[in-house]
Structures are given as structure tokens and as C-alpha cells.
RNA sequence: CGGGGAGUGGCGCAGCUUGGUAGCGCGCCUGCUUUGGGAGCAGGAGGUCGAGGGUUCGAGUCCCUUCUCCCCGACCA
């Protein structure tokens, strides 16, 4: 039988490619509206974990989690000038409920800084109020023209966190935190991205917002994504929201404040920053299914052994499912693959009668025979090194991918596989506007040696400019 | 909004030039055989051809109107 590849190659197409590996792996599907997004089970399974990793990490920063309404009154939104401008092309508005014309529009939230505003402003009175670290997980809105699954979907799910504090230096500190402790130890630890951290340009920053903090990873064809960000607010919306508090001097004083998200796209940068021509590569920690047992064929000794050792491994707290069913062993063994399941455990009568199992890596495509009683040890281990090895091979394309450049010609040049590392100075008289030209952006701005600055305005900063999601 | 395409079983497409029984691949269902890298054979289900109007004995095909979707250019997690 000739080998077809299931899927379109990614050096062939790899717009096609990812259609449609979220099609044959069963990620989702289109909405019926325009831009809208059916997130099937084995999708959500990986955001499930997704949301885990995160909430847990949200947690240990001390934010608590809260529910706020999808509606926002219109007006609220156009209490922070920036904000509003920066929001209104892509805002969903009701008009029309309860069978009548409404006396005052409702929004539906793009994002929620204002309703946890207005709620903030009602709760903070004293300083020993502050910090007040909430997060919430919602669905949001934002009309999109160029949707694109879970990258861009006019609806999408993610969370937000919004603080207060009392001092400007708290909520740069805060912001930094979660940027670093919580998104960038996510991604590093769990997704297996390596990303850049840097603030955005001023051009790129969120609406409303004195600083923008980014993650921003690199995909398989060499394009940026912004993985997630969190912003430094300023006084902008207590100013706006009338967030003020008594300080221990017995002043009334303005928060200080920040807001900060990860949204489903971080699925999509899942799939764009590991998969390959056989489909998704899952690094084993985000894993909804770590281990996939396929029984060859059913015979009564092999379903015995199958029950066994799904019964061990999930005792030993791995994420497995069985499968047992019909359908030729080549096409089984190519549709786990689309999934990206890390590791497959091949169980067959001829293995049996030899004493062992097959184990096999989705990553490396690598296969070991071992002994049933070793089975677990021996996959507890592999899904670790496993995670460890899926962080390297993608860091090293990061690196491989990334040239430092000393000219805007150059720049472009390198954003046509990769990024670009060139001097801020070189950009901010024009430059910036000149690769605009070219569909590359800054993506981000850092020190040279990496870390994060405090503004745009330090002297030695380096741009990473790339094409972009 | 400017430019370029496409609407035909679940998905991907042919048929239209030159009107005459609506087809192909994949998928799906049933049965038998097969499960060690996308199984084989046999049988079967499933379509108001985007919508409306017109021409004609007869329209997927020709004419008019209309709607929708996709791709490329200005925003965004």
C-alpha cells in the first residue's frame, strides 16, 4: 500500500498544514457564525490542561479566581479614551433585548478591565485593601476579519487577571511576576515554548495600557506568536473608575493597576510551535492522553495484559487511554500520531508470546521492546526526558532562527524564515514604520542581554522583529 | 471597503463550453475475511445542484436578480 501522507506537508503549505491537522486531530471545527469556534473534546482536553497549569500558577500568585458579567454597559467603555478607540472596530453591541430597543447599548466584553473597574473602585477603600489580585476565566469577544482557529476567532476563551495597588512599583513588580513566574514558567515547564519576554513598542501596546509585557514564541515556519501578555495600566483606569484608596498617612490616593491574559490561542501555538508532517507533537505535560495502549489484536491474552497495565499506569498518575478497537493497526498507529499522544505501547500476541511490549515516541519516532513489569518505570521516565527533549529541539530552532542583524534591509531579510535581532535605535526614526511595509513587526524590545527593561525609553535596547499570527 | 475565485450527498471535487436518467474519490452502514504501519471483497444508504425569477417540451447546465463563503491588501489574545 503506498504510504499518503494524511496530512498537507508543512514545507509544502503550512496554512493547510495546520487546517488541517485541527481537522484529522479533532481540535475543532468552524462555528456557524463567521469566526466562531467549536472546540471539540480532544481539544478542550488539552485547554483543560492548559487552564490547570495556569490557574495553579495564577494561584500561587496570589490572585483569586471571580466571575464577572459578559454584558458591559457601552458607557463604561468609553470612559478611558485610549481604550475605547483601541476596542471599538472589533466590538460586538446589543441593541435589541427583551423585544425592545435597549435605552443604552450593551457590550459585549472585549476584554474586562472596565466592569472590574467600576467594581474594584467600590471595594478598595484603604490601603489595607491593596493589593486586590483577582483573575477571571471567560469567553470574550472581539470581531475578527481574518479569523483563524483558535489563533483568531471572534470569540475565544481565556483568563484575565486584573490587580490594584498602591504604588506604581507594586504593579510593575506584579506585572513582571506573572509575565515571568507564571506565563513564561508555564510555557517553558508545561507547553515546552521557549519564548522571547520583552515589553511591546509603543506601537503594539494594549489599549489603555503604559507597558505592555509579551511572550512571544516562534512557530515552525518561522513566524512570531504573542503567547501571552500583561500590561501595566498606569493610573489610566482608576483614574477613569475613580479607584482610589486612603493611604496609611490618611491621603486619598489613586491604584495603580494591571491586567493580564492567555487566551485559547495558546492551543493553536501548541500545535504551530511542535507538530510536524505526521501531526501534533503534545509535550507530555499538556498531554490530555499520555499514553496510548493499543491492543494489535484482541486475543483473551492480550486484553489481560491491556487491562493490567492501563490499570499500573494510571495507579502511577499517567493520563491513559486503551484502545482496543477495530480497524487495521496502520491506520490506528497514524491517527494517534495526528493527535500527538507522546507515547504509544504497542501490545500484541507475538509480543506476549516473546515476554515483552513495544514502546514507541511520537517526538523522535523512536521504538524500544520492554518487559511488561518494567513498563511503568520505564514510561514515567521517558515522558520526563521526553518533555526536557521537545524544550531543546524547540529552543534550538529559536536560536537557529533568530539573527542578529545591523541594518532594516537585513532585518527584513531575516523575518522571511525567523526573527530578526536588531538595535531599537535603528528602528525608532522610521525603521518601525518601513517594516510595517513589509508585514513584520517588533514583537518585542529587550535588553541586550535579554532581560526585561523598564521602558522603551532605555538606551541599548535591542527589537525582535518577525512576521506574525 | 478595493481586487480575484467558489457555491453540486458528511468532506474534497467532476459535470456547465454544446440543455436530455446527477456522477467520482474519501467517509458512512451491513456481511464475510483481515488486525504487526492509512485492509480486501460483496452489498447498501445518503443530494429540493446556495436562493428567487425567467427562457424551454425539458435547466446543475442558458438569461436576470439575490445571498453566502473563501483567498489577497488597513486592526488584534
Known sequence: MAQQSALTPQAEDFPRWYQDVIAKAELADNGPVRGTMVIRPYGYGIWERIQAELDARIKAAGA??????????????????????????????????GGAQLAEPIVVRPTSETVIGEYMAKWVQSYRDLPLLLNQWANVVRWELRPRLFLRTSEFLWQEGHTAHATREDATAYAQHI??????????????????????????????????LTCEGMMRDGKALQMATSHELGQNFA?????????????????WTTSWGASTRLVGGLIMAHGDDQGLIVPPRVAPIQLVILAIKETPEVTAVVTKLGDALRTAGIRVEIDRGSGSFGRRVVDWEIKGVPLRLEVGPRDLEQGHVILARRDTGDKQSLTVDTVVSTTTALL?????????????RLETNTHEVNSVDEAIEASSGGFGRISW?????????????????????????GSLPVDEQESGLVALVAKSY
Do not use: W
Open 64 to 97: 483569586k479566581n471571580a466571575y464577572f458579567p459578559l454584558f458591559i454597559p457601552e458607557s463604561y467603555l468609553t470612559r478611558e479614551a485610549e481604550h475605547v478607540e483601541g476596542f471599538s472596530p472589533e466590538l460586538a453591541v446589543v441593541t435589541h433585548a
Open 179 to 212: 509575565q515571568l513566574e507564571v506565563y513564561r514558567d508555564f510555557l517553558v515547564n508545561v507547553l515546552a515554548t521557549p519564548t522571547y519576554v520583552g515589553i511591546k513598542p509603543p506601537s503594539e501596546r494594549f489599549a489603555g495600557a503604559i507597558n505592555t
Open 239 to 255: 483614574k477613569a473608575f475613580e479607584m482610589r484608596f486612603q493611604s496609611s498617612e490618611g491621603k486619598e490616593e489613586l491604584c
Open 384 to 396: 520526563a526526558d521526553m518533555h526536557d527533549e521537545i524544550l531543546a529541539s524547540a529552543t534550538m
Open 425 to 449: 535605535d535603528l528602528l525608532v526614526d522610521g525603521g518601525e514604520a518601513q517594516l510595517r511595509d513589509q508585514a513584520i513587526t517588533v514583537r518585542c524590545l529587550q535588553r541586550a542581554d
